[in-house]
């Protein structure tokens, strides 16, 4: 399985919002310019997580987007649903798509697949994706 981009650029957009929690607000284009992402899909990943209730955007002075909860109630799961949908590694589940769904032996089995992947994400705090990527940043600026 692999994350669309879009959903990966989520989960980097939202490790940047969360290194400025606590520390106020932050525009979309200062999280595109912190993250090296094109403003547009900023735009359009911020757009999803404030529909999820993963970011809150306030608007006039002093405005910005803020996390909605703290980094540490927010999953990695959390921020792929918001973008991907629910989590599911295939199509059956959801739908009557499937040439062989009448002799399916496998198709009662996804269900705990998909709720083992679905907690394995879950398991993961956004406060561990962003501190791991604050404590590279000062690697990265420590001389050698």
Do not use: F
């Amino acid at each position: 399985m692999r994350l669309s981009n879009l959903a990966d650029y989520a989960v980097v957009t939202m490790c940047a919002a969360a290194r400025h929690c606590g520390g106020g607000r932050v525009s979309a284009s200062e999280l595109a310019a912190e993250t090296g992402l094109p403003a547009p899909t900023v735009q359009k990943v911020v757009t999803k997580l404030t529909a999820a209730g993963l970011l809150r955007s306030v608007r006039g002075a002093g405005g910005g987007l803020q996390l909605a909860r703290p980094a540490a109630a927010i999953s990695v799961a959390d921020i792929v649903e918001a973008v991907e949908g629910p989590i599911a590694l295939t199509a059956c589940i959801d739908s009557q798509d499937c040439a062989v769904d009448h002799n399916c032996s496998v198709k009662p089995h996804w269900p705990v697949i998909n709720d083992a992947l679905r907690g394995a994400l879950a398991a993961i705090p956004l406060t561990q994706l962003a501190i791991g990527l604050a404590t590279d940043v000062v690697r990265e600026k420590e001389p050698a």
